[in-house]
């Protein structure tokens, strides 16, 4: 049976399709869909194997790829991810936004109490801090329902104008239905080489646009365009107008003023170029 499974997946390989072990075969830890093979591979679709028959492996894929996540754009650097599975997940949760029913994951970074809290309340099944209190770099490596969740660590400035704390940040990283979405945090420093690798392919990137509470608008437009999503959510505005921050980008990038705070998006649908689309109540 073990070398049926080989061979089929080598078939699969050799079609050009790209694929992750099943869940019950890993190891240790989960394997991510969006890592810098990714890069490598940009034309290749990413899903789990259910099955060794290639024709219930190309139905799976092309269900995957019209599976929607609904974002929300909750306010400051909030949002509310609902997955085709039902699970729920707030970013850079602290109380002040809140979704209509408790989310069931809540991360948070602690740049300061806009972006955290300690008392999120029991409902909240977990509780994903960007930072660590032993001194070691956050770890998250989490599945709930058809949600992986991980994080990628970057170190936040201690205080306005202070030294770099390391690790304090994290990018979280939610990968469902086939779709790579991050949110930035509240990232105080440009990314280098191993950052771009640990984050890997980012469909959708959630990113703070307020001119330099984070880091100047120059650094922020460098970043996004080297990640290359294909959908730009701004958040975390404050100071100049949002129309500074898309002043910035080339005609490589559309841009959109939604309707909506909510955007429902599948691998189906992702914009052909990259779009800035800015929610409701930014």
């Given at each position: 049976?073990?070398?049926?499974?080989?061979?089929?997946?080598?078939?699969?390989?050799?079609?050009?399709?790209a694929?992750?072990?099943?869940?019950?075969?890993?190891?240790?830890?989960?394997?991510?869909?969006?890592?810098?093979?990714?890069?490598?591979?940009?034309?290749?679709?990413?899903?789990?194997?259910?099955?060794?028959?290639?024709?219930?492996?190309?139905?799976?894929?092309?269900?995957?790829?019209?599976?929607?996540?609904?974002?929300?754009?909750?306010?400051?650097?909030?949002?509310?991810?609902?997955?085709?599975?039902?699970?729920?997940?707030?970013?850079?949760?602290?109380?002040?936004?809140?979704?209509?029913?408790?989310?069931?994951?809540?991360?948070?970074?602690?740049?300061?109490?806009?972006?955290?809290?300690?008392?999120?309340?029991?409902?909240?099944?977990?509780?994903?801090?960007?930072?660590?209190?032993?001194?070691?770099?956050?770890?998250?490596?989490?599945?709930?329902?058809?949600?992986?969740?991980?994080?990628?660590?970057?170190?936040?400035?201690?205080?306005?104008?202070g030294?770099?704390?390391?690790?304090?940040?994290?990018?979280?990283?939610?990968?469902?239905?086939?779709?790579?979405?991050?949110?930035?945090?509240?990232?105080?420093?440009?990314?280098?080489?191993?950052?771009?690798?640990?984050?890997?392919?980012?469909?959708?990137?959630?990113?703070?646009?307020?001119?330099?509470?984070?880091?100047?608008?120059?650094?922020?437009?460098?970043?996004?365009?080297?990640?290359?999503?294909?959908?730009?959510?701004?958040?975390?505005?404050?100071?100049?107008?949002?129309?500074?921050?898309?002043?910035?980008?080339?005609?490589?990038?559309?841009?959109?003023?939604?309707?909506?705070?909510?955007?429902?998006?599948?691998?189906?649908t992702?914009?052909?170029?990259?779009?800035?689309?800015?929610?409701?109540?930014?």
């Amino acid at each position: 049976m073990l070398r049926s499974a080989v061979l089929t997946c080598a078939v699969l390989a050799s079609a050009g399709f790209a694929f992750l072990q099943a869940p019950a075969l890993a190891q240790e830890r989960a394997v991510s869909q969006c890592q810098a093979i990714a890069q490598a591979l940009p034309d290749a679709g990413f899903v789990q194997l259910a099955s060794a028959d290639p024709f219930a492996f190309s139905l799976q894929q092309a269900a995957t790829r019209d599976q929607t996540v609904a974002i929300t754009f909750l306010g400051h650097s909030t949002f509310l991810l609902e997955t085709p599975g039902g699970v729920t997940i707030a970013t850079d949760y602290s109380g002040f936004h809140r979704p209509p029913q408790p989310p069931m994951v809540a991360t948070m970074n602690k740049a300061h109490s806009t972006h955290y809290t300690l008392t999120p309340g029991p409902e909240i099944a977990h509780v994903l801090h960007g930072w660590s209190d032993d001194g070691n770099a956050a770890d998250h490596d989490l599945v709930v329902g058809d949600a992986y969740i991980r994080n990628v660590p970057t170190d936040i400035r201690a205080g306005y104008g202070g030294a770099m704390e390391p690790d304090g940040n994290s990018i979280f990283i939610f990968e469902v239905a086939g779709l790579c979405v991050g949110h930035l945090g509240h990232l105080h420093h440009e990314l280098d080489e191993t950052d771009y690798a640990e984050i890997g392919r980012l469909d959708v990137v959630m990113v703070p646009v307020d001119g330099g509470l984070t880091m100047g608008a120059e650094s922020m437009v460098r970043v996004v365009t080297r990640l290359r999503s294909a959908l730009i959510l701004p958040m975390h505005r404050r100071g100049p107008p949002v129309e500074s921050f898309l002043g910035l980008f080339g005609p490589g990038f559309d841009r959109k003023m939604a309707d909506s705070a909510t955007v429902t998006v599948s691998l189906r649908t992702l914009p052909k170029k990259p779009l800035i689309m800015v929610l409701q109540g930014l």
